[in-house]
């Protein structure tokens, strides 16, 4: 009987493809375009900082409304853990931050790098309780750098 057939339970192609948990906001040091556009590519949800902030505005300004999104920001700010007034906007606004530790590279590189963490990122923002920063290596390794 056509009306007993059991129904397959495997979503449909439609349906397979969930939403990414994982919002990234990149701080203004990391570019416009060639980052965002290659987390894009690679199915990432993407915020650039000019797109929502004055080019001028100070990072303790920015983090707070960051927090609120719920959004976790790329940087390659490797000093904002040791800087008091940013270190503390970040961890009141619990931020996820994630701070590239490469220097001298340009923007395709970052890029190369934070595509190939993405996937470690987005399971290492989905894991860890905010405010946290964690630096992503030249080779796409995630650790702890700061957890509240």
Known sequence: MAGNRSRSRKPSAANSKL????????????????IAEALRQA????????????A?????EWLSEVGRQGWIVLTKDARIRYREIERTALVNAGVGA?????????????ASI???????????????????????????????????
């Open 19 to 34: 939403r990414n948990p994982v919002v990234f906001f990149l701080d203004r040091n990391l570019g416009k375009k060639t």
């Open 43 to 54: 199915g990432a949800e993407v915020r650039v900082h000019d797109d929502h902030f004055p």
């Open 56 to 60: 001028s505005a100070r990072d303790e």
């Open 98 to 110: 994630f701070v590239l530790t490469a220097k001298n590279l340009q923007g395709s590189e970052m």
């Open 114 to 148: 934070f595509v190939h963490a993405l996937p470690s990122m987005t399971r290492f923002a989905v894991r860890h309780p905010r405010p946290f920063i964690a630096k992503v290596t030249p080779s796409g390794a995630i650790s702890m750098l700061l957890k509240h």
